[in-house]
Nanobody
Framework: QVQLVQSGGGLVQPGGSLTLSCAAS????????IGWFRQAPGKEREGISC????????YYADSVKGRFTISRDNAKNTGYLQMNSLKPEDTAVYYC?????????????????????WGQGTQVTNSS
């Protein structure tokens, strides 16, 4: 069964850190770019980061640049999103996704239509 299984969300105080994981099963994640998206209540799903499959090129939205780090461990078939200096406005459901024909660099904005396999989503709440 082809799927992405997410873990690592939760409640954290402002300024805290969390790491989200995205484990692939049923397919090789190293054949795909990995994207991270989030959706806050009442808002559209937005692409916040992605990492290419070939050379590890990355994209970050301005809202998370310098605070979040995307990475991948192809040996573990897993992607990660390290989130530091969390703010209340980071509160959202976070989704990982795999995209086959995606190259992530500063010129690319992750679009949901470019990613065909999605994780189940995980809640991140930043509140004191």
């Amino acid at each position: 069964q082809v799927q992405l299984v997410q873990s690592g969300g939760g409640l954290v105080q402002p300024g805290g850190s969390l790491t989200l994981s995205c484990a692939a099963s049923g397919f090789r994640l190293d054949y795909y770019a990995i994207g991270w998206f989030r959706q806050a209540p009442g808002k559209e799903r937005e692409g916040i980061s992605c990492i290419s499959r070939v050379d590890g090129a990355t994209y970050y939205a301005d809202s998370v640049k310098g605070r979040f780090t995307i990475s991948r461990d192809n040996a573990k078939n897993t992607g990660y999103l390290q989130m530091n200096s969390l703010k209340p406005e980071d509160t959202a459901v976070y989704y990982c996704a795999a995209g086959e024909a995606v190259y992530c660099d500063g010129e690319y904005y992750p679009s949901t239509t470019d990613f065909g396999t999605w994780g189940q989503g995980t809640q991140v709440t930043n509140s004191s």
